[in-house]
């Protein structure tokens, strides 16, 4: 057992982010992640289930879900495996959170800080002056942690997507952004992290490995980590279901490792046959070719010869030229 909680299970993720403990490492991380664009001084953490009106549907269970003091709303998501269509459920949690903000005012999810009135009075209003204003809307971030490879994103960790001008990439709607952070793609070693963001992203990647904190990580936020994420800190609960949540996290990445091979075996497999058929199809032609080459050689050698013996019988040069098709400098060179 690793000295530190895994933070790509989902009992992990959430004693690391999710308690009343970790709202100022939660803080720092999204800071970080958001820095030049925007701050956040405090946050509070409100109902993670969204329930559908729609009996068919079964809503939605946020992993983190949040509201900062200056009034915009963050969904934090920690998915561990890939699965079809991420991507469009991913736009539905973040589409589905906006929509929350005209449906039901925030005042009827949250106790909010009194301090707090004046940032949010615009989603609260129960009666607008004028029929555009019930559609102002707050910010809303999704911020998707992947522990997997999205192959319809580019390979890199970080993407941030916007709603903006196709032609000239200007943003046309700030209050839409997700942030998607591909892990297998963040491969920098610990001395390459020079910035507090570059630590934060190396310390979860590989935090379930160590028995201590590196000597490297020296911020205070660190130290706040090391003492949420110690196994040995979990209440009895806590462990009993993190035990079994890191079963359940091996058994899935053993499989997923075995659909993985069969997956790169068939690639290969696929490839090889390619090549097969390949070079079957290109000797055909090769051969096809040769022949046509050959012919065309041997009917220009034939020609040649019909002319020199022609010479020899002393037959005029216009009539050989006629018989074999060849110019009346071709012959003389004969």
């Known amino acids: 057992m690793a000295h530190f909680v895994n933070p790509f299970t989902d009992i992990g993720f959430k004693i ?5 403990a970790s709202k100022e ?8 992640l958001l820095a030049g664009e925007h701050h956040i001084e405090d946050l509070t953490f409100i109902d993670k289930e969204d329930n559908s009106d729609n009996v068919n549907d079964r809503g939605i269970i946020f992993d983190l879900y949040c509201l900062t003091s200056s009034g915009e709303y963050i969904i934090v998501e920690m998915q561990n495996r890939w699965h079809s ?4 459920r991913t736009l539905y949690y973040v589409c589905r959170a906006i929509s ?10 949250v106790d909010l800080p009194a301090s707090w009135n004046d940032a949010v009075t615009d989603t609260v209003s129960e009666a607008p002056s004028r029929y555009g204003d019930r559609y102002k809307l707050s910010t809303v971030y999704g911020i998707f942690l992947m522990n997997f490879k999205e192959t319809k994103l580019e390979p890199k960790f970080r993407t941030d997507a916007v709603v903006a001008d196709r ?13 998607f952070l591909q892990f297998p793609y963040f491969t920098k070693r610990l001395e390459e992290c020079e910035t507090l963001y570059d630590k934060l992203i190396y310390a979860l990647k590989n935090m379930n490995e160590w028995n201590r904190m590196p000597d490297a990580l020296k911020e205070q936020v660190f130290k ?19 035990d079994k949540a890191v079963d359940r996290y091996y058994v899935n990445r053993i499989y997923e490792e075995d659909m993985q091979d069969r997956v790169e075996n068939a690639m290969r497999e696929g490839r090889e046959k390619g090549m097969k058929e390949g070079i079957k199809e290109g000797m055909k032609e090769g051969m096809k070719e040769g022949m046509k080459e050959g ?4 009917m220009a050698k034939s020609k040649l010869e019909d ?20 110019s009346l400098e071709e012959i003389a060179k004969l």
């Open 224 to 242: 706040h980590l090391e003492r949420l994420a110690a196994v040995a800190n979990l209440s009895e609960a806590n462990r009993v279901a993190y």
């Open 167 to 179: 032609e000239n990439g200007r943003v046309v709607n700030p209050h839409f952004r997700q942030i």
């Open 295 to 298: 012919m065309k050689e041997g």
């Open 307 to 326: 002319a020199q013996n022609f010479k020899r019988l002393g037959v005029s040069v216009d009539i050989i030229a006629k018989a074999t098709g060849l």
């Open 16 to 20: 690391i982010f999710g308690q009343p």
């Open 100 to 109: 929350r903000l005209i449906e039901r005012p925030v005042t009827d999810e």
């Open 25 to 32: 490492l939660l803080i720092t991380l999204l800071n970080e």
């Open 85 to 88: 269509n991420f991507l469009d």
